[in-house]
């Protein structure tokens, strides 16, 4: 019913004029607006700006009004508006509706959309042997497929991404210049005629080998060989998961002895003969974003015992490109996918780098030529309380924003030393920054370093104020200190921790903050982790916290949780401590003598309130775990043998807001002496924390009147205390908030550190 086209005078038209920010690149979006002008015989064009996408739009009242209705309402899968301006104007008399050339305007910015897991209508086309791209490992289509991973710069147009070098054959742009097509300006748009290839290399010594990539693999998996996999955001070493020999090989190799990992699955059918699976976690799962996701798994379930180490919970990802669907078909058995990096270091994400630094290894590479710019990890959440609690926030995730409940202007938050991002701020968002791991090695510093000018670049930021960390020795603080000519703020890390929570869920007064973490540094110089806040964005107070124990050996006490142990005892009874010979004879005899005399004399022996150290202590008390291989192992050990049945808890000390732990290590090694199971032990040891700390709530809202409870810092990662805490704490009346959307670990902390600079600089 066009009446321009029916010759109608253009007098009955109006012209609409309209912005739209949000994730609106790369997502099908303009295709989705030709389509719809299209349906209601509507003239005008759209294009992508650096800002966004703009729209002018001419016709009927009537037809313009239904083109808006479906705009905001039929939105493709992955869209997301967050704002939308629509101006009324006067008909321009466009004669058709056309996708114009994208426009760069200085100093605008866009949302870009994070790499999306392959959708069911590529899936399909994939494993269909009549399509085009029947077995084509790099397909993909508007609604699928790399992005953030290979943008050098927005908007995001083909010339802007890694895909740049490869010229489309005629098929492929007729597809790309169709806006009826699902392709129509699919920046990674390709197929085996014009796109990336695979190659496949291996031998003694290592060559390209030519034939079926994708059956060399699989008959190099079979053989228990280590297979480099390059994936979306950099590579992978895969080996087979039921494959003991292969698994101890990878581990040997890559010398990484403690941590669990992560296992890729064909489908959900083969995940379930391994794990148990709720809804939420299958939705998690199969979500387009297509993280790994920690489950429990069944007992019996054969993979080889390495592959988790002897934990109950397995960290499990099903395929997220075209590659890994084909390999998983072909191989039809579940296959450990492991960060493909050497010990702390970045992944690895270009060939060359990956025959260097991958070549001790792994046995043979799967390669292909498109490169990946920006490298990025897999993401790991796990359903807590049925909702997702996002552990390490990366591909899939990132670089989305974190919407702010006001403006702010542009900031950066230099994040902590461990699994560290960094946040920049402009008008209403936050780019948290994909998880860019432990700065303490060169290559991570320098991949943060570049990370943060890319960021700065691609969402036009140009930060005048930098907030860091309090602890001098992070070389994230040193980072801040070292540019100059910006307004500098040092943020206490708990402080931080529970303004990333507020923020997540949009809390903008002030709340009881319950802080239970690794170490993080205090305003009084000790190395604070148990702590019991009032807190708003601008400052806090600190009521209470866990009660000051020694830390012998400093550092080394986190790695050796047997050395926490004495500091407890030590630190809480004294000479006392003699009294848990079960324990102390465990010691060697001049070790004893060592950690005595660091206690006695305050060498090398700290102050800590932190409430992770108290779970390393318990650990090493009943033994299952005197040693932490990899950061969290023994908490992570002792909430894995929890018996959930047990409803008995110990006996606590809170005086003045200030938990004294002596009761509760007294009560765990008494039940130690009368052979309690450790599982018993466990669940007590958390259902005490559960109740000191609802008490500390409590208490702290009879003083303040404050209801609402932010609950952040790495220990709530874990479920059962998480769960019990959030099940107490409601049934008492507070309104319990955590964190889901960033980590409640350090990887939230540059979240928290942006807010708490706005409040006390910019505002
Ligand atoms: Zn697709
Ligand atoms: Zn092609
Ligand atoms: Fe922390």
Redesign the pocket.
């Known amino acids: 019913m066009n009446r321009l086209a029916n010759g109608e005078p253009k007098g009955n038209l109006s012209r609409r004029i309209i912005e739209i920010k949000g994730i609106v690149q790369g997502v099908g979006f303009r295709p989705f607006i030709f389509q719809i002008a299209k349906r209601y015989g509507l003239h005008g064009w759209v294009l992508n700006t650096s800002g966004g996408v703009l729209i002018e739009v001419e016709g009927e009242e009537e037809s313009l009004h239904a083109f808006l209705d479906d705009l905001t309402m039929q939105l493709p899968p992955l869209a997301r508006i967050e704002t939308i301006s629509v101006i009324e104007a006067e008909a321009a008399g466009y004669q058709d509706f056309k996708i114009r050339q994208s426009q760069a305007q200085l100093g605008e910015y866009i949302s870009i959309s994070p790499d999306v897991g392959t959708c069911a209508g590529c899936q399909r086309e994939l494993m269909d042997i009549t399509d085009h791209r029947y077995g084509y490992p790099f397909i993909n289509c508007t609604n699928c497929g790399p992005r953030f991973s290979i943008i050098t710069d927005i908007p995001y147009d083909r010339q802007y991404t890694s895909m740049q070098h490869f010229q489309?054959?005629?098929?492929?742009?007729q597809e790309y210049e169709d806006p009826d097509d699902r392709r129509f300006h699919a920046q990674p748009?390709?197929?085996?005629?014009?796109?990336p290839l695979l190659n496949f290399i291996g031998g003694t010594p290592l060559q390209v080998i030519n034939g079926d990539v994708i059956k060399l693999t699989v008959h190099a998996l079979q053989e228990g060989k280590i297979v480099a996999v390059k994936g979306l955001g950099g590579f992978h070493l895969a080996c087979d998961a039921a494959d003991e020999t292969a698994v101890t090989k990878l581990r040997l190799r890559k010398h990484r002895y403690g941590k669990a990992m992560a296992v890729m699955m064909k489908d959900l059918e083969q995940l379930a003969r391994y794990c148990e699976l709720s809804a939420a976690e299958e939705k998690l799962l199969m979500s387009p974003r297509r993280p790994i996701v920690i489950l429990q798994q069944r007992k019996g379930a054969k993979l080889a015992p390495s592959v988790t180490q002897g934990l109950p919970t397995l960290g499990v990802m099903l395929p997220y490109t075209p590659l890994h669907f084909l390999l998983l078909a072909n191989y039809q058995q579940p296959l450990v996918m492991t960060s493909g990096n050497i010990s702390e270091e970045p992944l690895v994400s270009s060939n060359v780098e990956a025959l260097e630094k991958l070549g001790g290894i792994a046995d043979c590479f799967l390669m292909h030529n498109r490169d990946v710019i920006n490298k990025i990890d897999d993401s790991l959440t796990r359903v807590i309380a049925s909702r997702e609690a996002v552990i390490r926030r990366a591909r899939g995730y990132a670089p989305e924003p974190m919407l702010l409940p006001e403006q702010l202007p542009e900031i950066l938050g230099c994040g902590p030393e461990q699994k560290n991002t960094f946040c920049l701020t402009r008008d209403n968002h936050a780019f948290v920054s994909q998880h860019i791991g432990d700065l303490d090695n060169l290559p991570t510093l320098e991949y943060y370093e570049r990370m943060i000018a890319f960021y700065k670049q691609i969402f036009r930021i140009n930060p005048r104020i930098v907030a860091y960390d309090l602890h001098p020795a992070y070389l994230s603080t040193q980072y801040a200190k070292s540019i100059g000519n910006v307004q500098l703020l040092g943020v206490q890390h708990h402080h931080a921790h529970i303004v990333s929570c507020m923020l997540e869920n949009g809390i903008t007064d002030q709340v009881i903050g319950i802080a239970c973490d690794g170490t993080g540094f205090g305003t009084d110089g000790n190395l604070w982790g148990g702590e019991f806040l009032l807190a708003d964005y601008r400052s806090f107070t600190r009521l209470g916290h866990f009660k000051y124990v020694r830390m012998p050996g400093g550092e080394k006490a986190i790695k050796e949780p047997y050395r926490m142990a004495y500091g407890y005892l030590y630190s809480l009874f004294g000479k006392g401590a003699n009294a848990f010979p079960k324990y102390i004879e465990s010691i060697e005899a001049d070790e004893l003598l060592l950690m005595e005399q660091q206690m006695y004399k305050h060498l090398y022996a700290p102050l800590t309130s932190s409430c992770a150290r108290l779970f390393d202590a318990v650990s090493a008390i009943i033994n299952i775990a005197r040693i932490a291989r990899y950061e969290g192992e023994a908490a992570i050990r002792l909430e894995s043998i929890i018996d959930e049945r047990v409803i008995d808890y110990y006996d606590f000390d809170l005086q003045e807001y200030i938990l004294n732990p002596a009761p509760i290590l007294q009560g765990v090694y008494d039940d130690l002496e009368n052979d309690i199971a450790p599982s018993t032990i466990a669940a007590k040891f958390h259902n005490t924390l559960t109740n000191a700390i609802t008490k500390v709530c409590r208490e702290i809202s009879n003083l303040t009147g404050v209801k609402k409870v932010c609950l952040s810092g790495g220990v709530f990662q874990n479920a059962y205390l998480l769960k019990g805490l959030v099940k107490h704490l409601t049934k008492e009346g507070f309104r319990v908030f955590w964190q889901q959307k960033v980590p409640a670990n350090d990887g939230g902390i540059s979240l928290g550190q942006v807010m708490i600079a706005h409040y006390n600089v910019s505002k």
Not at 168 to 173: F, G, L, Y
Not at 189 to 195: F, T
């Open positions: 489309m054959c005629d098929t492929c742009a748009n390709a197929c085996a005629q014009c796109g």
